[in-house]
């Protein structure tokens, strides 16, 4: 081979294997420090893209569980009014079964319509209770509200506002009744048999809301695995990958410093 002094081949072949091997090397320690598989864009674009979808998917799905979860507290406080209402109007059927005891005294009668007018007073302040500024109950009519049980909207469970007033416990019938003599004990029974019904349907809609949390956590949960696949750097891979890469630099630190004074054999052929 030829002995030259302006070009050094050798070295500049060694100055590339050892700046691609310290573009490996920080990439790697890049990956390792970060956690990442994917540190900058050009590493996989298609990943990168891939994985900014799911990420955004698993914080919709974050969101939903919580709106799930306060539509279940919802029916909690629901079904906790409708079970005082229950109880209000159990009392109320005993008051009447009492009153109707003729051993009773105008004096006594006289204690349980107080009693009546006060139990009748209550069925009013539930019939206009609230949850976060939302009525629990609806009002004339019956109503709904539509609770998204999944991250794109596109499936949703609906709950029922009871209506205290109507189909759900009928308590106007109750409360529009002046005294125990002119309340009937049928409209205390079909009340009762109204409340039981929404209790229910309450339960009915609450089992359904779980099933529905349940499905929404399995989903995160195969989200961030499937994303993590595309994102997470395998540790044990990467740091065998930056083991070999600093032995590149190192060597290619060496032979470059080898190729660089192996052109000073010029200098004795001078000599």
């Given at each position: 081979?030829?002995?030259?002094?302006?070009?050094?081949?050798?070295?500049?072949?060694?100055?590339?294997?050892?700046?691609?091997?310290?573009?490996?090397?920080?990439?790697?320690?890049?990956?390792?420090?970060?956690?990442?598989?994917?540190?900058?864009?050009?590493?996989?674009?298609?990943?990168?893209?891939?994985?900014?979808?799911?990420?955004?998917?698993?914080?919709?799905?974050?969101?939903?569980?919580?709106?799930?979860?306060?539509?279940?507290?919802?029916?909690?406080?629901?079904?906790?009014?409708?079970?005082?209402?229950?109880?209000?109007?159990?009392?109320?059927?005993?008051?009447?079964?009492?009153?109707?005891?003729?051993?009773?005294?105008?004096?006594?009668?006289?204690?349980?319509?107080?009693?009546?007018?006060a139990l009748k007073n209550q069925l009013t302040s539930?019939?206009?209770?609230?949850?976060?500024?939302?009525?629990?109950?609806?009002?004339?009519?019956?109503?709904?509200?539509?609770?998204?049980?999944?991250?794109?909207?596109?499936?949703?469970?609906?709950?029922?506002?009871?209506?205290?007033?109507?189909?759900?416990?009928?308590?106007?019938?109750?409360?529009?009744?002046?005294?125990?003599?002119?309340?009937?004990?049928?409209?205390?029974?079909?009340?009762?048999?109204?409340?039981?019904?929404?209790?229910?349907?309450?339960?009915?809609?609450?089992s359904r809301l779980a099933f529905a949390a349940d499905?929404?956590?399995?989903?995160?949960?195969?989200?961030?695995?499937?994303?993590?696949?595309?994102?997470?750097?395998?540790?044990?891979?990467?740091?065998?990958?930056?083991?070999?890469?600093?032995?590149?630099?190192?060597?290619?630190?060496?032979?470059?410093?080898?190729?660089?004074?192996?052109?000073?054999?010029?200098?004795?052929?001078?000599?």
């Amino acid at each position: 081979m030829s002995v030259v002094i302006n070009t050094n081949t050798s070295a500049t072949v060694a100055y590339g294997n050892l700046a691609s091997s310290n573009q490996n090397l920080q990439k790697s320690l890049n990956r390792l420090s970060s956690g990442y598989k994917i540190v900058q864009p050009s590493d996989d674009a298609g990943g990168l893209a891939v994985s900014m979808k799911m990420s955004a998917a698993i914080r919709r799905t974050d969101a939903t569980s919580t709106n799930v979860a306060n539509a279940q507290s919802f029916l909690q406080v629901q079904d906790g009014a409708l079970k005082t209402a229950g109880k209000v109007l159990d009392r109320i059927s005993e008051l009447k079964t009492l009153q109707l005891d003729v051993t009773k005294s105008a004096s006594d009668k006289a204690n349980y319509q107080t009693e009546f007018t006060a139990l009748k007073n209550q069925l009013t302040s539930l019939a206009a209770e609230q949850f976060n500024g939302v009525s629990i109950f609806a009002g004339a009519a019956a109503s709904t509200l539509s609770v998204s049980i999944d991250q794109g909207n596109t499936q949703s469970v609906a709950i029922t506002k009871a209506n205290l007033n109507g189909t759900s416990g009928n308590v106007t019938s109750i409360t529009g009744a002046a005294t125990l003599d002119g309340l009937a004990v049928s409209a205390i029974t079909t009340a009762i048999e109204g409340v039981a019904t929404s209790r229910a349907q309450n339960g009915a809609e609450y089992s359904r809301l779980a099933f529905a949390a349940d499905m929404l956590s399995t989903n995160k949960q195969n989200l961030e695995s499937a994303n993590s696949r595309i994102m997470d750097v395998d540790v044990a891979a990467e740091s065998t990958q930056m083991a070999r890469y600093s032995i590149l630099v190192q060597s290619g630190t060496a032979m470059l410093a080898q190729a660089n004074s192996s052109s000073q054999i010029a200098l004795r052929l001078l000599g």
